[in-house]
């Protein structure tokens, strides 16, 4: 192997492991800004009633996210629904 | 282009277990992981598994493309009107107007490990169900769509 190769090899190491070196220092379970989860976890069953706070989340707390969840499925099927429609007799197929 | 006899039986036996099982996790998703998106694409599987086993032409007396237009339109129209009575009874876009509210879906839950009540969470069981019944749609449309392509499809 020619000694170009060993050192390109050597730089991505290098590169991938520093990437990852902030996500091995960080604990598990205690992140360092808990203020918006340990509101979810705390308060989540008395203000939802809901057991599954990711339920709670996603369809309490994050509404207008689901909703735009949903608009995209809507919307993906509306793609679908174009490009899989029947052509009109006289229609030709145009490429741009 | 129907496939083999043990594909169709075992489509017919395996398509009201896939259904129920798909609905269970929906109306459960307040108390057990999944919800509507998991539960709807669970039931809709069982009607790919139909249409991927069966001629199309047998499928289309069963169900037609406008049906399913219709049910995905319905699902979401359901979750967005949800989400607007919550702005006619005076309080913000998505609020929760029947949690610990005593009538449907109301009953409180106390903090901690509990069992799980069903009758509880006020309106996310309803957007819930809304979205189930929106994904079905969507993916059996989608699904349609592809397949009637192929040759002795299902045009519309």
């Given at each position: 192997?020619?000694s ?6 050597i730089?991505?190491a ?19 800004n808990?203020g918006?989860?340990?509101y ?10 809901v ?17 735009g969840e ?13 490009m ?13 | 282009?129907?496939?083999?006899r043990?594909v169709r039986?075992?489509?017919n ?14 109306v ?8 509507g ?9 069982g ?10 032409d ?7 493309f ?7 339109a ?6 967005i ?17 029947l ?27 309803l ?13 059996g ?16």
């Open positions: 192997m020619k170009k190769e060993i050192l390109t090899a730089i991505i290098v590169l991938a492991a520093s990437l990852l070196l902030p996500s091995a220092l960080m604990v598990f379970g205690s992140p360092q808990d918006m989860d340990s979810m976890i705390d308060n989540g069953q008395d203000i939802a009633a057991n599954n706070i990711v339920t709670g989340v996603v369809f309490d707390f994050r509404g207008f996210d689901t909703l949903a608009l995209v499925l809507f919307t993906a099927v509306l793609g679908v629904t174009l899989f429609r029947r052509m009109k007799e006289d229609e030709e197929y145009e490429y741009e | 282009m129907n496939m083999s043990i039986s075992t489509a036996i395996l398509f009201p277990f896939i259904l129920v099982f798909g609905f269970y996790i929906i459960h998703g307040h108390l057990t992981p999944g919800g998106f998991q539960g709807g694409a669970v039931a809709a599987t009607f790919v598994l139909l249409l991927v086993a069966f001629s199309p047998i499928i289309r007396d069963k169900f037609s406008n049906s399913m237009k219709y049910t995905e319905l699902g979401l129209l359901l979750f009107i949800t989400a607007f009575v919550a702005i006619a009874l005076g309080t913000t876009f998505f609020f929760n107007w949690a610990n509210g005593g009538i449907i879906f109301g009953e409180s839950v106390a903090f901690g490990a509990n069992p799980g009540i069903l009758n509880s969470a006020g309106t996310i069981p957007m819930n169900v809304a979205v189930g019944i929106e994904v079905i749609g969507a993916m449309l989608i699904i349609m769509y592809m397949l009637s392509g192929i040759e002795g499809g299902n045009k519309e």
